[in-house]
Nanobody
Framework: QVQLVESGGDLVQPGGSLRLSCAASGSILRYNSIGWYRQAPGKQRELVAAIIRGGSTNYADSVKDRFTISGDNAKDTVYLQMNNLKPEDTAVYYC??????????WGQGTQVTVSS
């Protein structure tokens, strides 16, 4: 399994944008999905967006039309473009690769804070 390193988290004002990156240590093979999760203080970790094997994407209702997940196979990197950020988007964002029966790989997380 690969190792994942997230970057791009920052403090941003409401309405602003950020792009998160998740760099894998190698090619990601035999995955079920590659995605971004987030966890706010006192809340459970939740799915934000994912690329499903085959190319389809899933988004949480709260981020549809604002966030976009994409991947660059040549760079072994997955991105999360976040636009029109809201205070409720504040959380630690984690990159995830799901291998089905073989489990999951997580990154260490990157902090996103949306505040004026």
């Amino acid at each position: 399994q690969v190792q994942l390193v997230e970057s791009g988290g920052d403090l941003v004002q409401p309405g602003g944008s950020l792009r998160l990156s998740c760099a894998a240590s190698g090619s990601i093979l035999r995955y079920n999905s590659i995605g971004w999760y987030r966890q706010a203080p006192g809340k459970q970790r939740e799915l934000v967006a994912a690329i499903i094997r085959g190319g389809s994407t899933n988004y949480a209702d709260s981020v549809k039309d604002r966030f976009t997940i994409s991947g660059d196979n040549a760079k072994d990197t997955v991105y999360l473009q976040m636009n029109n950020l809201k205070p409720e988007d504040t959380a630690v964002y984690y990159c995830n690769v799901n291998y089905g029966f073989y489990g999951n790989t997580w990154g260490q997380g990157t902090q996103v804070t949306v505040s004026s």
